[in-house]
């Protein structure tokens, strides 16, 4: 009787090994699949000052930056911001309560939204999202602030995408 309760627990121990092997296959290869085009930053993501702090992956489009969360299932970005309602309005080192969950040499962006801008949650399947895109949506209102957490590097290469916008397409940087 013994053997048998011990025979059943390995099996039930390997199974879970299994599983979570699968999973972090799972989530290094959605990983890669995001970095692979290119644009990419590690970025964290605060919606308002008493929000908690969301790790994961910003990716530059040609007018949009999308959010992917870091523990995401789908290739479909978790939020997106158009450039032409993003505007950086400030910027600051994160308190030591945030660093210890942001990592070392990040730097907090305060970024005004405008309109159409900072989409959240799901939308339906085949619904606009974001600039008219099907995708995540479900406004939060229109406007507000959300903060990114970023690199130095990664704040030079938003400050420039930003720029890099036509002449009257955005709301502007303002720092």
């Given at each position: 009787m013994?053997?048998?309760?011990?025979?059943?627990?390995a099996w039930l121990f390997a199974a879970f090994l299994i599983i979570l092997i699968l999973a972090a296959v799972g989530i290094a290869t959605r990983?890669?699949?995001?970095?692979?085009?290119?644009?990419t930053v590690e970025c964290g993501l605060r919606r308002g000052p008493n929000g908690s702090w969301r790790l994961g992956v910003a990716s530059y489009q040609r007018e949009e930056l999308n959010w992917f969360g870091?523990?995401?299932?789908?290739?479909?970005?978790?939020?997106?911001?158009p450039r032409r309602d993003l505007t950086v309005v400030s910027?600051?080192?994160p308190t030591e309560a945030e660093a210890a969950s942001l990592g070392p040499g990040m730097?907090?962006?305060?970024?005004?939204?405008?309109?159409?801008?900072?989409?959240f949650g799901p939308v339906p399947d085949g619904m606009p999202g974001p600039g008219g895109?099907?995708?995540?949506?479900g406004a939060t209102g229109p406007g507000g602030t959300v903060e990114l957490a970023m690199g130095e590097e990664a704040l030079t290469g938003l400050l420039?995408?930003?720029e890099a916008a036509p002449p009257g397409s955005?709301?502007?940087v303002a720092l």
């Amino acid at each position: 009787m013994g053997g048998a309760l011990a025979l059943d627990a390995a099996w039930l121990f390997a199974a879970f090994l299994i599983i979570l092997i699968l999973a972090a296959v799972g989530i290094a290869t959605r990983r890669f699949l995001l970095e692979r085009g290119g644009g990419t930053v590690e970025c964290g993501l605060r919606r308002g000052p008493n929000g908690s702090w969301r790790l994961g992956v910003a990716s530059y489009q040609r007018e949009e930056l999308n959010w992917f969360g870091a523990l995401g299932l789908t290739m479909r970005p978790d939020v997106v911001f158009p450039r032409r309602d993003l505007t950086v309005v400030s910027r600051r080192l994160p308190t030591e309560a945030e660093a210890a969950s942001l990592g070392p040499g990040m730097i907090v962006v305060e970024c005004q939204l405008g309109e159409d801008s900072g989409q959240f949650g799901p939308v339906p399947d085949g619904m606009p999202g974001p600039g008219g895109v099907p995708g995540p949506g479900g406004a939060t209102g229109p406007g507000g602030t959300v903060e990114l957490a970023m690199g130095e590097e990664a704040l030079t290469g938003l400050l420039a995408w930003l720029e890099a916008a036509p002449p009257g397409s955005h709301l502007g940087v303002a720092l």
